[in-house]
C-alpha cells in the first residue's frame, strides 16, 4: 500500500479507501459484526488507514461498528463520515444540507463512533436548497470548534463545488479537500467536469462503485444471473457487457481477476483518484487489495479507455475540434507546450 496527499492539504491517506456501508444488516444485507471487524482489520493489515462511512449505512450500524473497532488506534485512522440524509423518518429539518442538519447528525455521528473529531466530514448530497454561504460557514464553524479537521463534498455538480470553495477562499473560510463521485468504466461521465474541475483545484477525488455493483468482476455475464436484475440496468446493458468482456479478458491476459483490473483502472487514471472498495465478506476485500499486484500498462490502460470511451459532448468536443484550435492558436497548437493540461 502507498499513501496519497488528500487533495490541498497534507493529511495522508492510503492509495485505497475502504466503504463500510456493507457494515451492519439493518438494512436486511451486508455483514454481520464479526464478518466487518475481519474486513475491517484485513484492510488495516494491508496498510490501510482510510475509511468512509455515513450516517446513514445501515440505519447508524456502520458508524457504531467503527467505533468500536478503531478505539485502541484512533489516531492512526482517517475517518471520512457524511451528513446531509435524514436519519428520522417525517422529521422537517432532518435532512438536507442546512446548519441545523449539519449540527445535529454531527452530533450523533460523533457519538456512534466514540470520538471527539472526524478527520473528514462529506456533504453527502447538494439539496440545491441551502445557500452556499450557509453550508460554507457552517462547516467552517465546526472545523473552527475541532469537531471536524477537514471538509469534503460527495455527488455535487462541478458548479457548486468550484463555486462553493471560490466562495470559501474568498472568505478565509475552510475549503472543500475532496470529492467523492460515482466513477467506473461503466460510468465515465465525470471526466467531462467534476474530475478536471478536481485536478485544477487540487480536490482528491474518492471514486465510489469502482466495479459498478459487482458488474466489472463479470459475474453477471453468466445470461442467468443477469437475468435476474433489471433488464433496464445500465451496467447490464449490451455497451456494459461489452466493456465488461474486455476487462476479463485483459485478467485472464495477466493472471488476476476482473475486479483487479477494474480497480486498477480507477487507480491509475490520475493522481488525484482514490477507489472505494466494500465488500461483505473477507474474500472480496482481499481480492480487491490484491490489485496492489498487478499494475496495467500503458497498453492497457489505452486499450480499457478505448473500449470504454464515452462523447464529452460540448463545448469539449467544440474546444478540441481542429477548426476551433486553429482559430485560437492561428495554426501554432501543437508547437507550445501546455504544462496545465
Keep these: 500500500m502507498k499513501y496519497k496527499l488528500l487533495g490541498k492539504s497534507g493529511l495522508r491517506?492510503?492509495?485505497?479507501?475502504?466503504?463500510?456501508?456493507?457494515?451492519?444488516?439493518?438494512?436486511?444485507?451486508?455483514?454481520?459484526?464479526?464478518?466487518?471487524?475481519?474486513?475491517y482489520s484485513a484492510f488495516l493489515d494491508a496498510g490501510g488507514n482510510?475509511?468512509?462511512?455515513?450516517?446513514?449505512?445501515?440505519?447508524?450500524?456502520?458508524?457504531?461498528?467503527?467505533?468500536?473497532f478503531m478505539q485502541e488506534h484512533r489516531n492512526k485512522i482517517v475517518m471520512a463520515t457524511k451528513y446531509s440524509l435524514h436519519s428520522a423518518e417525517k422529521h422537517l429539518n432532518d435532512g438536507g444540507n442546512h446548519r441545523k442538519n449539519l449540527v445535529q447528525s454531527l452530533e450523533k455521528?460523533?457519538?456512534?463512533?466514540?470520538?471527539?473529531?472526524?478527520?473528514?466530514?462529506?456533504?453527502?448530497?447538494?439539496?440545491?436548497?441551502?445557500?452556499?454561504?450557509?453550508?460554507?460557514?457552517?462547516?467552517?464553524?465546526?472545523?473552527?470548534?475541532?469537531?471536524?479537521?477537514?471538509?469534503?463534498?460527495?455527488?455535487?455538480?462541478?458548479?457548486?463545488?468550484?463555486?462553493?470553495n471560490t466562495l470559501a477562499e474568498l472568505r478565509?473560510?475552510?475549503?472543500?479537500?475532496?470529492?467523492?463521485?460515482?466513477?467506473?468504466?461503466?460510468q465515465r461521465t465525470p471526466e467531462r467536469d467534476l474530475i478536471p474541475m478536481a485536478a485544477h483545484m487540487d480536490i482528491g477525488v474518492t471514486a465510489w462503485a469502482p466495479l459498478a455493483g459487482g458488474a466489472l468482476s463479470g459475474k453477471y455475464l453468466n445470461e442467468?444471473?443477469?437475468?435476474?436484475?433489471?433488464?433496464?440496468?445500465?451496467?447490464?446493458?449490451?455497451n456494459s457487457q461489452r466493456i465488461t468482456r474486455e476487462v476479463v479478458a485483459v485478467a485472464e491476459e495477466i493472471g488476476c481477476t476482473a475486479a483487479?483490473?477494474?480497480?486498477?483502472?480507477?487507480?491509475?487514471?490520475?493522481?488525484?483518484?482514490?477507489?472505494?472498495?466494500?465488500?461483505r465478506k473477507v474474500e472480496q476485500i482481499q481480492d480487491s487489495l490484491g490489485c496492489l499486484n498487478y499494475p496495467l500498462s500503458e497498453a492497457q490502460m489505452k486499450r480499457l479507455d478505448e473500449a470504454s470511451a464515452i462523447e464529452v459532448g460540448f463545448p469539449h468536443d467544440f474546444l478540441t475540434s481542429d477548426?476551433?484550435?486553429?482559430?485560437?492558436?492561428?495554426?501554432?497548437?501543437?508547437?507550445?507546450?501546455?504544462h496545465r493540461k
Design 13 to 39: 491517506v492510503s492509495e485505497i479507501c475502504l466503504g463500510t456501508m456493507t457494515f451492519g444488516t439493518a438494512w436486511g444485507w451486508g455483514a454481520d459484526r464479526m464478518t466487518s471487524h475481519s474486513i
Design 50 to 68: 482510510f475509511i468512509d462511512t455515513a450516517n446513514r449505512y445501515t440505519e447508524g450500524e456502520s458508524e457504531s461498528f467503527l467505533g468500536e
Design 109 to 164: 455521528s460523533l457519538a456512534r463512533l466514540r470520538t471527539d473529531y472526524v478527520d473528514v466530514l462529506y456533504l453527502h448530497a447538494w439539496d440545491f436548497m441551502t445557500p452556499e454561504e450557509e453550508v460554507m460557514r457552517a462547516l467552517d464553524d465546526l472545523v473552527r470548534a475541532g469537531k471536524v479537521l477537514y471538509i469534503a463534498i460527495s455527488d455535487t455538480p462541478a458548479w457548486m463545488v468550484s463555486r462553493s
Design 172 to 186: 478565509g473560510w475552510t475549503q472543500f479537500i475532496g470529492l467523492q463521485i460515482e466513477y467506473s468504466l461503466l
Design 224 to 238: 442467468e444471473k443477469a437475468g435476474r436484475l433489471s433488464a433496464e440496468s445500465k451496467r447490464l446493458n449490451e
Design 260 to 279: 483487479q483490473v477494474a480497480m486498477n483502472w480507477v487507480r491509475q487514471k490520475g493522481k488525484v483518484i482514490i477507489p472505494i472498495v466494500g465488500a
Design 323 to 338: 477548426t476551433v484550435k486553429n482559430v485560437l492558436f492561428n495554426g501554432n497548437f501543437d508547437l507550445i507546450e501546455n
